[in-house]
């Protein structure tokens, strides 16, 4: 463990976040999540505080106590934010314009952010590596480019040392995207309708990208650095149902015609392999027991 020892997880409540956490405790971090959201249950070495940094002025007393902070406020469904843009911009970009001036006048000396595949936009190579000029098409995307660009601003400005993780297709039980969409529907016997299901996108599990976070935390880079998680395989669409389709033989499966540009979105993940000896699952194994789990889980 590096020489950090309390870790502030802001939205650690959430999808990502609340697989974050246990995995510092793990590590014997020290961690205090902060998160708008209550909780049911409070595990052991853990402090949780209920509040909002949008309104909260406690907010910059919580983070003046910790050594780093792993900030996962966030909208993260791009449907949501393509309809909603300003409560986009305000969980996406302006909570991490007040994380950053706070972490700035506070002295904090490391940051972890989240951001998102998506900003690279329509390839024309993949795998992708991060020297990829990025080319936002939605909502989301711009959004999550607008939060790496602050992020830059101040790594440059004021010497903050910040990482920046850009996330592929992440997927678990507690999810909503493409994985669990296809089981709830095959669950309900609802037919699934296919489109560019021949693209193909790189799924990683929600235990492999903790483990970056983790990972990265312990390392000792200075000013801004970004790195790519994912696990380096693309698989298409196509290959997901097939898988669900093993578990639910009488899917029904329809196909409707995709009008927008097909491409591959697949991660080089080089940069943190090196940095951390990052080794996600590549295989079928975690994607077949989330499928399990989803199945087995109770209405």
């Known amino acids: 463990m590096s020489s950090t020892r309390q870790v502030l997880v802001t939205g650690g409540t959430g999808f990502i976040g609340s697989a974050i956490v246990p995995r510092l405790t793990e590590k014997g971090y020290k961690v205090i999540v902060y998160d708008t959201a209550a909780w049911d249950e409070k595990a ?3 402090e949780y505080i209920k509040g909002d940094i949008f309104r909260d002025k406690y907010f910059d007393e919580v983070v003046s106590n910790c050594d780093c902070v792993i900030h996962m406020v966030g909208l993260a469904d791009a449907r949501v934010a393509q309809d909603h843009p300003q409560m986009s911009f305000d969980l996406n970009v302006r909570s991490t314009q007040i994380l950053l001036e706070v972490i700035r006048n506070n002295n904090i000396p490391r940051v972890i952010l989240p951001s998102s595949a998506s900003i690279y936009g329509v390839v024309d190579r993949s795998p992708i590596s991060e020297d990829t000029t990025p080319k936002p098409t939605n909502i989301y995307s711009y959004h999550k480019l607008m939060a790496e660009e602050l992020a830059e601003c101040y790594a440059k400005n004021y010497s903050i040392n910040i990482a920046v993780l850009r996330l592929f297709n992440v997927y678990g039980i507690q999810g909503k995207g493409v994985l669990n969409i296809l089981v709830e529907k095959a669950k ?4 699934i309708m296919l489109y560019g299901e021949k693209q193909k996108r790189d ?10 976070f983790v ?3 312990e390392t000792s880079a200075i000013g801004l650095d970004i790195y790519n ?4 395989v693309g698989r298409s669409i196509e290959d997901i149902v097939k898988l669900v389709g093993e578990y639910f033989p009488e899917m029904q499966v329809e196909h409707g015609e995709y009008k927008a540009i097909l491409y591959d979105l697949t991660a080089d993940i080089t940069k943190i392999k090196k940095a951390i000896g990052f080794n996600p699952d590549k295989g079928d194994r975690k994607l077949k027991e989330t499928i399990e789990k989803m199945i087995n889980k109770e209405e």
């Open 44 to 46: 052991e070495g853990i």
């Open 188 to 191: 309900k016997g609802e037919a």
């Open 203 to 212: 799924f990683i599990h929600i235990s492999d990208v903790a483990d970056a």
């Open 215 to 217: 990972g990265i935390l």
């Open 229 to 232: 998680v994912g696990t380096g």
